[in-house]
């Protein structure tokens, strides 16, 4: 059965940073594009960011542009998010995708809260 | 970027009954939209793909229609189960986006 499990969620003050990692198995990791989505307290989902199956494309979201980095490590099966410069209203929680663009596996989130 | 708006917000049914949800584009998507079923605590769960095809394992009751900018998810018969937030989710143009979910209550 396909997992993902995120990891590196937390409390940090706003303009602190965070990196999210997602562990991906039982299924060939390098072949799927994969995205983060989030979703926020009381709001709906929000599409974050994406990564082509090896690494040469990377879309955001505009609200993330500049803060955010998404990566992967098809050798480690792992998926990344650095959040830098963080903001009140990027408070949510984070859910690592499987693609390609529309998600078929998620995994169970990670909470980050921003606040001081 | 394309905004899809869902309709009703809630949505009160009784089990049996027959669920019918809206989702519409700000602009054409073709049929590259797919539906998610959330229920609290648990991730998403993909139902159906590019407008009418449903997801692996999804049961018959779940069926979607439409392209362009208008689309429907149907309910057939409601199971205890189904009562969830549902969202559509549009992949034509990046950014790619969500609708702001329809609650299906009791």
């Known amino acids: 059965e396909v997992q993902l499990v995120e990891s590196g969620g937390g409390l940090v003050q706003p303009g602190g940073s965070l990196r999210l990692s997602c562990a991906a198995s039982?299924?060939?990791?390098?072949?799927?594009?994969m995205s983060w989505v989030r979703r926020a307290p009381g709001k709906g989902l929000e599409w974050v960011a994406d990564i082509q199956k090896d690494g040469s494309e990377k879309y955001y979201v505009d609200s993330v542009k500049g803060r955010f980095t998404i990566s992967r490590d098809n050798a480690k099966n792992s998926l990344y998010l650095q959040m830098n410069s963080l903001r009140a209203e990027d408070a949510a929680v984070y859910y690592c995708a499987r693609g390609p663009l529309y998600f078929d596996s998620w995994g169970h989130g990670t909470l980050v809260t921003v606040s001081s | 970027e394309i905004v899809l708006t869902q309709s009703p917000a809630t949505l009160s049914l009784s089990p049996g009954e027959r669920a019918t949800l809206s989702c519409r584009a700000s602009?054409?998507?073709?049929?590259?939209l797919a539906w998610y079923q959330q229920k609290p605590g648990q991730p998403p769960r993909l139902l159906i793909y590019?407008?009418?095809n449903r997801a692996t394992g999804i049961p018959a009751r779940f069926s979607g229609s439409g392209s362009g900018t208008d689309f429907t998810l149907t309910i057939s018969s409601l199971e205890p189960e189904d009562f969830a937030v549902y969202y559509c989710q549009q992949r034509s143009t990046w950014p790619l986006t969500f609708g702001g979910g329809t609650k299906v209550e009791i």
């Open positions: 602009q054409s998507v073709r049929s590259y």
């Open positions: 590019d407008a009418s």
């Open positions: 039982a299924f060939t990791f390098s072949n799927y594009r």
